[in-house]
Structures are given as structure tokens and as C-alpha cells.
């Protein structure tokens, strides 16, 4: 009996290992998450970070102060050590250590701290220069990052009054600031620049976040007398220190592409590469450049990107075409616990993450925390690089590809589009236009797919590429498939012959329309039937066979994503009619779901991707109930349906991509 049951065991343990081993796999099979335990008296919302010489990490917090953290990682299974280093501080997003000194931009002062005995605590703590403020809440000051002549390098958002306003000099700038103190401005139209790092050929590149005047997250080189976007630092230029004389009225504010207006606008930089918003994250944040491959030798010399808002790290690589820099991004890990800010390298090769979520809402949902990123190995199956072609793209893989699904057309698809340029907030998708493939050579090694595009390439436009029928040779999928390339310039050099291409096989035809996706990316939605399935959710007319609602709903918008109105009640099978205004200046839908599926709706609307601004956001899904369309700020939709017989408490909720999550209300059907 005894021998049956352990072979039995033994078989259902045989089971499961095999189970195991068919899962997809995961990021956390690759790189792993090791999350610091935090001591209890402390408010670590990290604001700077840094790590010293001797491994130790120094950690500026929101809340004023300075924290020293031996053993951050936890040798041997020991605990971490925190000692207060300094406090009194005012805000600090920025920390660095240089000759045994700390820097840190505090609001309204750039401030250099001196342990001058060397008992671990703060003595000294001196004045650089003052930084320009009013007191306007939004008036962040980020760094500082040393230049290679030793001067700090310190930019400063723009306040907030409604809109994105400079409202002492040099907001909305990156300074330059001497050892003496002296202010320097170097570069203008920024609007939320948290991050920027000096690159490994000593090039200056920033985060930026979407917003008023930034269509969507991006990553540009930071250059003396460049002009990134943002209208209201030109206020100043007209000062005799200004490296550039542009002005507000020279900037084509009418909604035009970015790709073009840019053209337009002297001194204007594009964007090395665009974040798309919500189609990578929502808030780019902390950089860091891995010229020692620490994340494994495959993404050595690329970048990895925090974002606050989505708790993840993303991926950036960069090549230079015409001497320019541009480049791709992609997914890379998600799951950190709170909003992720800064990003560092930990003297052991480990990623170090510091995390804040107050005020900034995020994914992740502690309300700080610090964690490292470790890699398992093991290389995961990506593309790692995507490189312009004259004639199309060059997909770089990790591992060798399995021939017959990589040079197989159906298995890609490309498409292209840019944003609108404008003082509003953000933007929608715009001018998405699918790539037809002609052709794709597979390199002998496996490692290398060119595709040959179809039509002409526009410039400035983002590609987004996706492998998603590519496997590798060991029949791997790709663990992210999906690249968004920032085309400002097509590259020079040798097209492939036609001669050379693989042959496709009858049944490959040139795209893959099963989905739906060319439909959506041409506005012909409404031949989809998906449409049709919805547009009996969006009545905008009072039906002939009632003769007035019964009830009249009336729902607002209000800025930083919120709903006038956050409860209202109907009665069960009553004829109503919802006015929605949405007098924001930025855009938003109002859809009514089912009780309990608000998370799954919302995250079916992001899913849309590129086919969302067609959908107006809207899933196509059972959980929808009503909905209007996307409307643009001060515009107004009305709706007429029959409220659900069944009562409840149902939800009216934006599903426009990285609104669902605050932008709520309760809709209460009563008997
Ligand atoms: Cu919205």
C-alpha cells in the first residue's frame, strides 16, 4: 500500500512540475523584486536617492529630510540600518553626493549638507543659491546633476494655476548653476522635468510627464537654447540672459500634428522617444543608463525608465541618426509597490527603486517604499532593439528567432501616429495609419529581422511595432511585444532587394485585418458591428415612444480627474435622461457599467490601444451599459436609456486611458 500511495505521489508531483513548465512565462522570471523593510518611525516618500562610494544609500524625503540606509542589500538574509542623516528641509525631488558633501533642490534653495565630524549626522548646511519661487504648490525643484565642469545642473517645473504657468523666472527651465551660486538658464519649455541624467557620451537627456502643452510622456536631449514645448517658460526669453528669443505668439497652438508643428517653431527639440500615454505608462519618472549590462548583457548600453504613475520600469533604447538622437521603448517590469520616482544603481548590479504615491496617485498602492530589481540570469525573449532602415526597421532579438514565424508578415504588425500640439492637456492618438510589410529577411544567425515597409515614412511619427506571432527557437513567445519607435529621421543607407526577400506563402496576406485593427485605425468603426453593438448604448435622442424622462441626471467634470457629482439615484426601469458637461480642459467620456466590473472595464478601454480614440475609449463589452462619446472640454453629450430593472449600485465612470481609477461615481438604482 505504503509503495502505491509514494508512487502516486510522486507521479502527481511529476504533474505538476509539468504543469509548471508550460505557464508562459512571466517578467518575474527574469528579473525579481526585492522590497527593503522600512523602519516604523520613519515617512520615507523618497524624493531623491543616491547611493555613496561605500554602498550605503541616501535616501531625501518629501517630508524634509535626509536618511542613511546601511546594508540596503541585505547580505546574507541581514536587515537593513536607517539612520536620520538631516531634516528640515522643504520638499527636496533630488539628491546627490559629491566630495563628501550632499546636494539637494529643496523648493526654494539649492542646499549643499556637510557632516563635518563625522558622526553620521548633518552640520553644516549652507546656501548655493536661492531657486526662484512664489509658493505656487506645483513649483518643484529637481536635482541637482553635476556637469562635467562642476557646475549643477537644476530644473524647475512650472506652477500650477489652472494651467501650467512661469511664474517667476526660470520656471519652466533648466539652469545652470555655478559653484558660486551663479544661475544660469540653458533650455526652455519644460513642464514637469523630474529626472534627467548625463548619458555615458556626455549627453543631457529629461523625463517629461503629459500634461498642458505635452501631448504624452517622452524622453528629449536636453540642449542650450533648445525649446521642448511647453509655451509658458517663453515668458522670459525677452531677458538679456535667454539663449533663445522665441516667443509664445510664434507657436502654432491650432491642434496641428506635433510631426509638423515642430517644423514650425525655431529652436523646437523633438523628442528622442515618445512614452505613449497609457500604451506604455502615464508619468515617465527617474532614468538610468546600464553601460555595465547589470540587467544582463543583452540591454547593455540602454536605458531603463521609471514611471510614477504605473508603477514599472520601461526600457528605452537610443541610436543616433543624422546625429540625432532617437529611439524605441518598451515594456520591461511593472508590479513596484507604490509610485516609482527615482531609479539607481546599487553597488551590487541590483536596481534600486525609490517610491512615493501622495498626491501622485499610482498602481502600486503603498504609500512609499523602496525596492531592488534583481536579475535572475536567464535572458528573456525580447526585441532589444529596433533600428531605423531607408526602406523599413531592423528588429534586433535577444535569443535566435524560429525562422518560419519570424519571416512570416502575419506575425507583425506596424502602424504609425503622432499627437496634436496645443496648450491643452494631453492628447488624443491622432493620424494612426497602418505599414503594409513587402518583405522580411531573417538574418543566418536568427538574431536579426528586417522588415520592408510598404509607402513612404512620416517623420516624426511614432511606429509602434509589434512581433506578436514571433517565436524564438526554442518556441518561445515574446515576452513584450511591443516597441514604440520615435521615427524623426529615417536612416541612411543600402535597401534590401526585392530579390532577397522571403518568399510569403498565399495564405500570409500582406496584414492581418482579423482583428478589426485597420477598420479602427481609418474611423471605420462603424462597419465593425462592434459599433453597432454599442450604439444602442449611446441613444442622443429622446426615443419617439417616450414622452418626457422621467428623470433628468446632470453630471460635470471637474479638474484633476473628478466627476462634479460623485453619487446620484435613479429608480429601476425609469426613463431617464443624463446630460454630461464636461467643462475640464481635458477629455473624458461618461460610461455607465455594471456593479462590480468599473477595474475590468477600465482596463479593456486601455487595452483598445491604438483602435481607442476610434472606440471613443469604449470596450466593447457586456459590462457597458451606456455610454456617451469622448468629448472634447466644454462640450455636451445627452443620453437617453431605460435605468437598469434590476437595483443596485452601478458605476459611471471615464474610461479615456489612465482615468478610470479616480474618475468614478456611484449610480444608485433604487426600487
Ligand atoms: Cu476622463
Redesign the pocket.
Known sequence: MKKIFCSLAIASLLTVNASFAQKPLTENDFYQLRTLPLPEDAILEVGGMTILPDGRMAVATRRGEIWMIENPYQKDGTQPYYKRFAQGLHEPLGLTYRNGSFYTSNRGELTKITDEDGDGRADVYEAVTSLPIVGNYHEYSYGPVFDADGNMLVTLNVGWVGYGASLTKWRGWLVKISPEGKIEPISAGLRSPSSYLINSSGDLFYSENQGDWVASGKVSQLKKGSFNGHGESLKWTSDPASPLKLTKDQLPDTGEPVATAGEKIPHYQYPACWFPHVLMGISTAGMVEDVNGYLGPHFKGQYFVGDQGHSKVMRMQLEKVNGEYQGACFPFREGWASGLLRLEWGLDGSLVGGMTSRGWSSTGKAPYAIQRLVWSGKTPFEMQEIHSKPDGFEIVFTKPVDKETAANPANYKVASFTYKYHHQYGSPIINTEESGIKGIVVSADGRKARLVLDGSFRKHYIYEIKPEGVKSADQESVLHPVGYYTLNAVAPGDQVAASQFTPFKATAAPMNHEHGAMQASTGKTASTGKATANSKKRVTEMPADWAAPDQVLTIG?KPG?KFDVTELQVKAGSKVKLVFNNN?D????CVIVAPGSVDEVGQKAIGLGLKGPDMQYVPNSPKVLFHTNLLQPESSESLYFTAPTQPGTYTYV???P??HTL?QGKLVVVK
Do not use: I, R
Not at 481635458?586 to 467620456?589: A, Q
Open positions: 467634470t480627474l475640464d481635458m477629455t473624458h467620456n471615464c474610461t479615456y489612465g482615468h474618475m
